[in-house]
């Protein structure tokens, strides 16, 4: 299991509406993944894989947008979340790797 | 045994199939407009593959259902040039069954993926037999675990399509071209199926295409994996009705290859 050390954790409640299920309110606990990466540019690509191999690839644009996408820890278990998708179909659970890709290097 | 969709009934189609609805949904009777055995998507690998002495280029629009595109077409010219028929989505219809159910040639009863936890496909693709250069174009995120790896393009804020649309332009020289297009599916679960917004995410997907490939030969493919429909303002798609279950698969042949 990898670990991230999460600046400035805190608290977030979401509506989370999975598959053929009711919505509902959750609480998670993280930041937000750029306050994590800390030097990120508009142009970066972030890689993010998960334990099972796969993966989400976002661009620094999004990333940098306020309140936007989050890197969220329970028990050591870490997980993207961004926070404007409702149905979690954007969720990666059990992150292992987070790989930044900028043009020219 | 046989069982009824409640949904399919209510409209006026019944399709019969093995069982209690689960596994596998073999049709043996459709009784409804077309008068016709239904097209499967594990039949798609199949045609692709007997065409495969032609440049083929497969336009999967996620979320798109045979009703969805029926209603829009009027407004959506070059969807329209499709000759396409109704074809029938995986059970259940959700990306990941579909998805491998289009790229291996068979149902969820032998690929085993049916939810959207299981990933792996660990049968040959239609990457692994096609006699020539494949490339699998994607959204931000892998879908299915396949040997052949897919392109990832991350989206521009909200909008997933441009990023994966402008791959597909850069990619047009390949002889299998498949490109899974998600915008219009996370508009119809944000705002319903019958939305004015996924209407419109229709028609601007359908201008895009058009201009992007006016000039690309051979056959061109339009398809979908499942259909949506409304729930309190919102669309979702996984259920045995006839919303979620029939799906366009379209034909566009460009001459003078």
């Given amino acids: 299991m990898s670990e991230f050390k999460l600046p400035e954790k805190q608290q977030y409640s979401l509506l989370k509406r999975a598959q053929g299920k009711a919505e509902?309110?959750?609480?998670?606990?993280?930041?937000e993944l750029n306050k994590y990466i800390g030097d990120l540019h508009e142009d970066d690509q972030i890689l993010c894989v998960g334990e099972d191999g796969m993966q989400l690839?976002?661009?620094g644009r999004e990333v940098l947008l306020p309140n936007h996408i989050l890197i969220c820890e329970t028990a050591g278990d870490y997980q993207i979340i961004p926070l404007k998708d409702h149905s979690s179909s954007r969720w990666l659970k059990h992150l292992v790797s987070i790989e930044i890709r900028r043009k020219g290097l | 045994m046989s069982a009824k969709g409640d949904g399919m009934e209510k409209s006026g189609w019944i399709i019969y199939h093995d069982g209690e609805i689960s596994d596998q949904i073999k049709e043996k009777e459709i009784i409804g407009d077309i008068g016709q055995k239904l097209l499967r998507l594990d039949e798609l690998k199949g045609m692709w593959l007997s065409y495969s002495e032609k440049k083929q280029l497969v336009?999967?629009?996620?979320?798109?259902?045979?009703h969805q595109l029926k209603e829009s077409l009027s407004q959506c010219p070059y969807f329209s040039s499709f000759n396409t028929t109704c074809a029938l989505s995986s059970w259940p219809p959700i990306t990941n069954t579909a998805l491998a159910s289009m790229l291996s040639g068979v149902d969820a009863s032998v690929h085993q993926i049916k939810s959207h936890a299981e990933?792996?496909?660990?049968?040959?693709?239609?990457?692994?037999?096609?006699?020539?250069r494949c490339v699998y174009i994607e959204g931000e995120r892998t879908i299915l675990h396949t040997q052949q790896s897919a392109l990832l393009n991350p989206r521009d804020e909200n909008?997933?399509?441009?990023?994966?649309l402008s791959c597909m332009q850069t990619n047009l020289d390949h002889d299998f071209i498949f490109v899974h297009i998600h915008g219009y599916d996370d508009v119809c679960h944000h705002y319903s199926p019958q939305s004015r917004q996924a209407i419109d995410k229709l028609i601007w997907l359908d201008g895009r295409l058009s201009q992007l490939l006016s000039d690309v030969k051979g056959m061109i493919w339009l398809i979908s994996d499942h259909g949506q429909h409304a729930n309190e303002n919102k669309g979702e798609h996984g259920s045995f009705c006839e919303a979620d279950m029939l799906v366009p698969i379209g034909l566009r042949v460009n001459e003078n290859e």
């Fill in chain 2, 159 to 164: 909008d997933s399509d441009q990023a994966v």
């Fill in chain 1, 57 to 59: 690839l976002l661009s």
């Fill in chain 2, 59 to 66: 336009l999967y629009i996620d979320g798109l259902g045979w």
């Fill in chain 1, 24 to 31: 509902r309110q959750i609480e998670v606990y993280g930041c």
């Fill in chain 2, 119 to 132: 990933r792996s496909l660990k049968l040959s693709t239609i990457f692994d037999e096609y006699p020539g």
